[in-house]
């Protein structure tokens, strides 16, 4: 039986294979692009109903194609955002094969490339790269016993709160996922209480200018480090509503309880780590830096911007901050379900090749691995803090093109020699 010899393989057809599959295309590489379920797929299935983006369409989007059908400064609901990726494959002709998985990868000994197994056969390929993203599968601390009685859902299988059992509900972990879902459950009626930890908060927008416009002209999506034991701090934004600043003060001032980090489970019991005034002083310290640096920024280049004093007015610690609730009991304050915005962990579980650590995590840089040929993309801070965006991805896809085309010309001089 024949193999199917390909290229590039690129592995998954969200954002990061798009882009990546047009960058190839753009240097002439041929490449196939193998999806397990269809393009953009986390977006529809793995995202709840009433997301939209983050950032607004003008930005979060690639260069070479607006959204058709959003305004630019709107945010585009999450289905609308599968359709931008759906159209942008066919408009650059990318040759996707959807429902195909790969299941495994391993080295073909004594020559370079790899030998691919998927659901579909085998292919035999020189270069791989692994877009299968930065948040693939769910983590969910072991905090909680998994038959306690109470329901336990990670923030990826949160549609919306009619999938809820009546009752209040804790959501655990405040970055973007976990602010806009204690939001929307507090707009249904729902009593919520939310376990927030260390996060960044930039203001939604700011003297007429979104965050995103801010973090790009002050090089913030640039930065290529974090500062060290902040890499893992999440920022808590919206674009919900048509987006507006996430302010835990002026949620609770709305009803919502704030905890601090939820530490260990006993009895029906929950504790919390007396530390939420620290995480919120910490978040308004990192709002009140990007006004500094934003109007720092404006007075440098002699901007027309019009001025926002009221953005700095910090409302006052609300009780459940003065008086922080240290324990919980579950049954008692009628808490029925726990949602788990915890984040992810990636599982490269199919790739058998020496490019992990120990624990499963890509060792690259910029993407590029020791093992010649091995490839990945859409990693967060990959090259930049956007790598793991919309926007980022697109420019680290044409790094990676970049460094395959250059390796090309490396194999084609070595193999001219010995032909
Ligand atoms: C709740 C949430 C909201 C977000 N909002 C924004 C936002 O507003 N703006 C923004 O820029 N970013 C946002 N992000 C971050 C990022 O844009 C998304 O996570 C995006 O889905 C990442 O795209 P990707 O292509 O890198 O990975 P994914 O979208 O995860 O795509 C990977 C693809 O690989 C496929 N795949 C996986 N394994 C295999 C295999 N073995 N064989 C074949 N196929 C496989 C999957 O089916 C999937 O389709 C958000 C993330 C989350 C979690």
Redesign the pocket.
Known sequence: MSIEKVETLV?????????MSEHLSNMGEKHLV??????????RT???DS?????PAWH?SFPSMPFSDVDPDA??P?EK?ADYFVEYARMINAPVRCG????GVQRIAGKPGFRVE?TQGVIETTNIVA??????RPVIPPVVPVDADVLQMH??GYRNPAQLPEGAVLVVGAG??GA?IANELMGSGRQVYLSVAAHDRPPRSYRGRDFVWWLGVLGKWDAQTTEMGQEHVTISVS?ADGGHTVDFRRLAGQGMNLLGLTRSFKNGVLSFAPDLSEHLAAGDANYLSVLDEADAYVERYGLDLPEEPEARIVEPNPECVSNPILELNLAEAGITTIIWATG?AV?YS?LDVPVLDQNGRPLHQRGVTKEPGIYF???PWQSRR?S??????WHDAKYLADHIAIQKQYRKYNDSKLS
């Open positions: 592995v998954g057809a969200g954002q990061a294979g798009i882009a193998l999806e397990r379920h269809q393009i953009a797929d986390r977006w793995e995202r709840w997301l939209v983006a983050n950032g979060d945010f585009a999450k955002v195909v998985e790969v299941t998927t877009a299968t993203g930065p948040f693939q923030s990826s973007s996922s806009q674009g992810f599982d199919w993309l859409g990693l956007g793991s965006f919309i926007w980022g991805v």
